[in-house]
């Protein structure tokens, strides 16, 4: 017995990262999970690929009806597709604003209004969104990307108070820098990226950026029925950069 046996769980941006990694972890410890991306990951067994965009309603609506006819209900929501965007608020022109917004605030609400009637239905129904140490801590060049990711905590906490009442749990998890995909592409557009992943990896007192089955581990607690009397709660899983200083000299 496992702690996801019977459990069905909808994951989106599921094809790479965080994403990806929160899926493997589901299905080793015994979920069936519907894996919602724009590029989902390939078939096999209890993963269903649902190709779905958080910024389409109607992809998302689709996507909950595959879901429950494939595994007859879902329990947990995991909304943790989301962009990234560099820069000051001079950088950044008002389409850049809400091209971000749209996928990583919008597109949670979305998220959840398409699974809701699922999870009204489940007995350990659970959501765990992907927020972000930006959401509590100023970075440099994160206007955009901080501020929605800011927004992600505040829809957190306001949707773990809505949903209570429902038996819904509702977590996020505040990642630090983790070495994804994303991560990658932001090092490319640097002038050095080797000296850039050497500043980025500087600013964790831990001495070294997260992986993604780290997240993926502090996402699947939150999910699963041993975090039963957790909810509106954000777990900072950041190598220590929101919480201390290293000691100098
Ligand atoms: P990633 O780029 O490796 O994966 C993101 C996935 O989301 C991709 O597969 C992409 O296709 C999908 N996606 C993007 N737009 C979508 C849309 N409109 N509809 C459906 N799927 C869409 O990125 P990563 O790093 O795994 O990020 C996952 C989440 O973690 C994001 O919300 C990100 O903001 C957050 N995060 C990442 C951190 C990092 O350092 N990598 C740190 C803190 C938070």
Avoid at 29 to 53: H, I, S, T, W
Avoid at 105 to 124: D, E, H, K, M, N
Avoid at 188 to 202: G, H, V, W, Y
Wanted: with cysteine; glycine share 10%.
């Amino acid at each position: 017995m496992t702690r996801f046996d019977g459990l069905v769980a909808a994951v989106t941006g599921a094809g790479s990262g965080i994403g990806l990694a929160t899926t493997e972890v589901l299905l080793r410890d015994g979920a069936r999970v519907a894996a919602l991306d724009l590029q989902p990951p390939a078939m096999r067994e209890n993963l269903l690929p649902l190709k779905a965009d958080v910024t389409d309603q109607a992809s998302l609506d689709d996507a909950a009806a595959a879901a429950v006819e494939a595994f007859g209900g879902v329990d947990i929501l995991i909304c943790n597709a989301g962009i990234g965007a560099v820069g000051t608020v001079v950088d950044n022109e008002p389409e850049e604003w809400h091209r971000v917004y749209d996928v990583n605030v919008v597109g949670i609400a979305r998220t959840v209004r398409a699974f809701l009637p699922s999870l009204q239905s489940s007995s350990r129904a659970a959501i765990v969104t992907t927020a972000s140490i930006v959401s509590h801590v100023g970075l440099p060049q994160r206007a955009v990307y901080g501020a929605s990711k800011g927004a992600v905590l505040a829809l957190t906490l306001s949707m773990a108070s809505d949903l209570v009442g429902d038996g819904i749990r509702v977590n996020c998890v505040t990642p630090g820098t983790v070495d994804t995909p994303w991560v990658g592409r932001l090092l490319d557009q640097a002038d050095d990226p080797a000296a850039a992943r050497r500043n980025l990896i500087a600013r964790q007192p831990i001495g070294r950026l997260g992986r993604p089955d780290e997240i993926a581990e502090a996402i699947a607690y939150l999910a699963s029925p041993q975090a039963g009397y957790v909810t509106g709660t954000n777990l900072a899983i950041d190598g220590g950069t929101s919480g201390f200083r290293v000691p100098t000299g």
